[in-house]
């Protein structure tokens, strides 16, 4: 049986990027023996609040924050594409640059994946890519039982427990991850920055490091 390559897409506006990301990005390569893990960074965001810090400074920070770990790649289709920032239309430009043969996999937390059917053409996506949910503090457990009776129809329909089942195909499964559980969230990051108090080791130092230097997140920063 072919076996797919698989590559982790993890969207998000990083805004900073810090080690709740990274500890997930990191423990689902590895669960899922992916080949790489694709950072996107959203211009837009269609579901929340604009991002405080400009889209190139967000990259930027995630550039830095993966430096040194080869299967970590900056991803920046979203920041050229113009127009609201949707994943579906990600995954159609990952899926035609990558061709049918890698085995996409979504990366989501259960908080996303619990407002998933909010999402432009939500029923595409499983189409696109496996999706793979993680537990985030704060989030309910997956599956929830208060998941849309839509949404719960598509985990019954798709869920595999095995890893190895996304190596079988390009996409169509969900599966549950556990992951170890990191209460950071880049709220709380630019709280502290705007509160003149340190977030040192709640991020890469490099990220720490940029911030400063651009006066991000600070009053009367960027």
Not at 34 to 56: C, D, G, I, N, T
Not at 143 to 161: T, V, Y
């Amino acid at each position: 049986m072919k076996a797919f390559r698989r590559i982790g897409v993890l969207g998000g506006t990083f805004d900073p990027i810090h080690y709740g990301h990274l500890r997930v990005a990191e423990e689902v390569a590895e669960a899922l023996d992916l080949a790489e893990v694709r950072f996107v960074p959203a211009a837009r965001p269609p579901l929340r609040a604009a991002p405080v810090a400009a889209p190139e400074h967000r990259a930027e920070m995630v550039r830095l924050a993966i430096a040194g770990n080869p299967r970590f790649i900056l991803e920046r289709c979203e920041l050229q594409r113009p127009g609201v920032s949707y994943t579906v239309d990600t995954l159609e430009t990952l899926r035609q640059r990558l061709g049918p043969d890698v085995a996409l996999c979504l990366i989501l937390g259960s908080d996303a994946a619990a407002r998933l059917t909010a999402w432009s053409r939500w029923e595409r996506l499983g189409e696109l890519a496996h999706l793979v949910l993680v537990h985030r503090p704060g989030g309910g457990p997956v599956p929830d039982p208060a998941w849309p009776p839509a949404l719960l129809g598509q985990w019954e329909a798709r869920r595999c427990d095995s890893p190895a089942a996304l190596a079988c195909a390009p996409a169509g499964r969900m599966l549950p991850v556990a992951t170890t559980p990191l209460a950071i969230s880049a709220s709380f990051l630019r709280a502290l920055l705007g509160a003149g108090r340190s977030p040192r080791y709640l991020l890469p130092d490099s990220v720490l490091d940029y911030i400063e230097i651009n006066r991000l997140y600070l009053p009367g920063g960027g």
